[in-house]
Every structure is written in structure tokens, then in C-alpha cells.
């Protein structure tokens, strides 16, 4: 009951240049999310609800990871580099979960940048800190509700042969190995694909239209600052969503096929080191309480 992840190579010099670049990809992942939460709680000028969502974001990152490249550093050392049925459906189940929610997460701090620029005076009123805080709970809910649940509820049986071309247990890449027809576990990978990629992404984009409208109506002093607080956010959508939808919205040949293997490598293991260093890089206020924390 167990499953041969293929990985990248059978090359061992190969996998020890692999193992050496993933590690220091998780260790800046790990020490940059980190300093990120640090720095957000220990700040006070950071206690608003842009930075509370920036850490949970942070958190989750962290949390990706963590679920991703452990095993893959040991299957790149390893000479049979396999997983047991039942630690492969818990990988699987917390990509959907920590991937989800991530995903709802970014439309929600889309829309907390569209209340306080268009909406500023109304801003405290409806983000208060008990807002925020029901708004995660609930946002996590949601991941389960809309991403887990329906894969609990409708399982894969898994066949022979077991070997999975793919470093991690992904959802594309397990229906190769299904004993029954794929239709409906398709329809339900678009539709999860449909909630936690497309709607997200038109509402980001609605709600930047909304503050690039607002924004053009400043006064050229007041621009820059309002762009800053976005710009941010805009890159980690773009890479984020730009790598989650060409593959999950790709051709089903290509299911597990090397493109979707590669293409799991950024958005599972590079763009949770990316968050914390294009939000440090590009905010003036992070950037200043880290110094002072430092």
C-alpha cells in the first residue's frame, strides 16, 4: 500500500545538486515567513488588518511547504523513494486545504486594499479587529467546506502499477492512477479549480479596477503611497495565480505529464519563498519595523 513518487531524476549526482538547492529554498522559506510573523506581531504599528492578513499568509506559506519539501528532500537522498497510501492522502488533502484557503485569502486582502482606498471612511468601521478575525475563521472553514469535503466524500481507489510521475501526492497526478473512470473526479477537480482560481482572481481584478479608478482621481502626492500598499499584493497574485491556473486549467493530456510536475515546483515550493521577500523588498513599513526589530 505504498506509491513510487518518480520525482525529478534517477541521476544521484542529479538529486544531490536537487536536494542542495531545494534546501536552501525552504530554509529562506522558513526563516523569511518567520521573521515576517515576528515582525508583524512584535510591531504595534503593524496591528492592522492589511499585516494581520499578511501573517496568516505568511502562516500558510510556511505551512505549504512544510508539507511539500521535507518529503521531497528525503526522496532526492532516497533509493526508493516511495509514500504510504495513507500519508500521501493526507499531503494531498492539506495542498487542497492550505492551497484553497490561500486562495481566498489573497481575494480577501484584495478586498481589504479596495475598502481602504475607495471606501476610507467607512474602512474602521468595517474591519474592525472582531471582523477580522471572524473573516479568518471563516475563511478556513470555507477551504475545508469547499476544497476537502468534496474529495472525502468522493475518494480515488488507487491501482497498480504505483509509480507517480511527481515529486508530491497532487491531484492531476494521482488520477492517473485510478481504478475507475475519471469523469466525475474531473468535473470535481474543475469545479474546485472554478471556486478557488477563477471566481478569486475576477474579484481581485474587480477590485483593483475599483482602486486604480480611485486612484487616478488623487492628487499625484497621495499615488505613490496608495500603489505601494498594492504592488505588493499584485506580484504575489500574479505569480501565484498565473502558476496555479496554467495548471489546473491546462489540456487533461497533459495530466501529470513533466509541464504540471514543473510547474508544481513554483507554486508549492518557490512562491512560498517569494511572499515574504516581494512583500519586504516592496513595503516601507515592513521594512522599518523589521530594522527595529532586528
Known amino acids: 500500500m505504498e506509491v513510487i513518487l518518480m520525482g525529478f531524476s534517477r541521476d544521484i549526482k542529479t538529486n544531490i545538486a536537487l536536494f542542495l538547492i531545494f534546501l536552501l529554498v525552504y530554509v529562506i522559506t522558513c526563516v523569511g515567513n518567520c521573521i515576517i510573523i515576528c515582525v508583524i506581531i512584535f510591531s504595534s504599528q503593524l496591528h492592522v488588518p492589511m499585516y494581520f492578513f499578511l501573517c496568516i499568509l505568511s502562516f500558510l506559506d510556511l505551512s505549504y511547504s512544510t508539507t511539500v519539501t521535507p518529503?521531497?528532500?528525503?526522496?532526492?537522498?532516497?533509493?526508493?523513494?516511495?509514500?504510504?497510501?495513507?500519508?500521501?492522502?493526507?499531503?494531498l488533502y492539506l495542498i487542497l486545504l492550505l492551497g484553497g484557503t490561500e486562495c481566498l485569502l489573497l481575494t480577501l486582502m484584495a478586498y481589504d486594499r479596495y475598502l481602504a482606498i475607495c471606501r476610507p471612511l467607512h474602512y474602521p468601521v468595517l474591519m474592525k479587529w472582531r471582523t477580522c478575525y471572524w473573516l479568518a475563521v471563516i475563511m478556513g472553514l470555507l477551504g475545508f467546506i469547499m476544497f476537502v469535503l468534496p474529495s472525502l466524500l468522493m475518494p480515488l481507489p488507487i491501482c497498480y502499477p504505483n509509480q507517480l510521475n511527481h515529486f508530491m501526492c497532487e491531484v492531476l497526478a494521482l488520477l492517473k492512477l485510478a481504478c475507475v473512470k475519471t469523469y466525475l473526479r474531473e468535473l470535481l477537480i474543475f469545479y474546485m479549480s472554478f471556486m478557488s482560481l477563477l471566481i478569486p482572481f475576477i474579484f481581485i481584478l474587480?477590485?483593483?479596477?475599483?482602486?486604480?479608478?480611485?486612484?487616478?482621481?488623487?492628487?499625484?502626492?497621495?499615488?505613490?503611497?496608495?500603489?505601494?500598499?498594492?504592488t505588493s499584493h499584485i506580484a504575489v497574485v500574479g505569480l501565484f495565480f498565473g502558476?496555479?491556473?496554467?495548471?489546473?486549467?491546462?489540456?487533461?493530456?497533459?495530466?501529470?505529464?513533466?509541464?504540471?510536475?514543473?510547474?508544481?515546483?513554483?507554486?508549492?515550493?518557490?512562491?512560498?519563498?517569494?511572499n515574504p521577500i516581494i512583500y519586504s523588498l516592496n513595503n516601507r513599513d515592513v521594512k522599518v519595523s523589521l530594522k527595529k526589530v532586528l
Open 206 to 230: 474587480i477590485s483593483y479596477t475599483c482602486i486604480l479608478a480611485s486612484v487616478l482621481k488623487i492628487r499625484t502626492t497621495g499615488r505613490s503611497k496608495a500603489f505601494s500598499t498594492c
Open 71 to 91: 518529503k521531497l528532500l528525503s526522496d532526492l537522498l532516497s533509493t526508493v523513494p516511495e509514500i504510504s497510501i495513507g500519508a500521501c492522502a493526507i499531503q
Open 243 to 274: 502558476t496555479g491556473m496554467t495548471m489546473y486549467f491546462g489540456p487533461p493530456s497533459m495530466y501529470s505529464s513533466n509541464r504540471e510536475k514543473y510547474i508544481s515546483v513554483f507554486y508549492g515550493i518557490l512562491t512560498p519563498m517569494l
